[in-house]
């Protein structure tokens, strides 16, 4: 599946399986289409729209998909396509352990707070 038909089958609910790897491609497709904040807002809304669809609202976590985001975007390369992204950021792409373990407390992640608006890293 292209890039373009991966965002479009996500915006228009109709992915049959949607896993870890997907999320980031598609995250990384909103940014290099869009300034930062623009691609994040784009995101999460669709990301709520896609979990509402699938009848999974709860499953929609603020935090951990405001910091993938931004550990995305901090890693891209001008002009590089996903595959290349991919190989380079294995560490983005496995669900556990998760890159976020570096940068948050478990506990951190599986508050209310952390699932219902963004929390800053608490590890150091």
């Known amino acids: 599946m292209t890039d ?3 965002v479009a ?3 228009n609910c109709t992915l049959t399986e949607f896993h870890h790897r997907d999320h980031v491609r598609v995250a990384w497709c909103y940014l290099r289409e869009a300034p930062l904040l623009v691609a994040l ?3 999460t809304t669709s990301l709520k729209r896609f979990a509402a669809a699938a009848g999974k609202p709860g499953l929609y976590h603020e935090t951990i998909t405001w910091a993938y985001l931004f550990v995305i975007h901090d890693r891209m390369r001008e002009g590089e396509d996903w595959p290349t992204f991919a190989q380079r950021n294995p560490d983005l792409l496995g669900w556990k352990p998760s890159i976020l373990d570096t940068y948050y407390h478990r506990e951190t992640l599986a508050s ?3 699932r219902d608006s963004f929390v800053f890293p608490d590890r150091r």
């Open 4 to 6: 373009r038909e991966l």
């Open 9 to 11: 089958a996500f915006e």
């Open 112 to 114: 209310a707070r952390a």
């Open 41 to 43: 807002e784009r995101f």
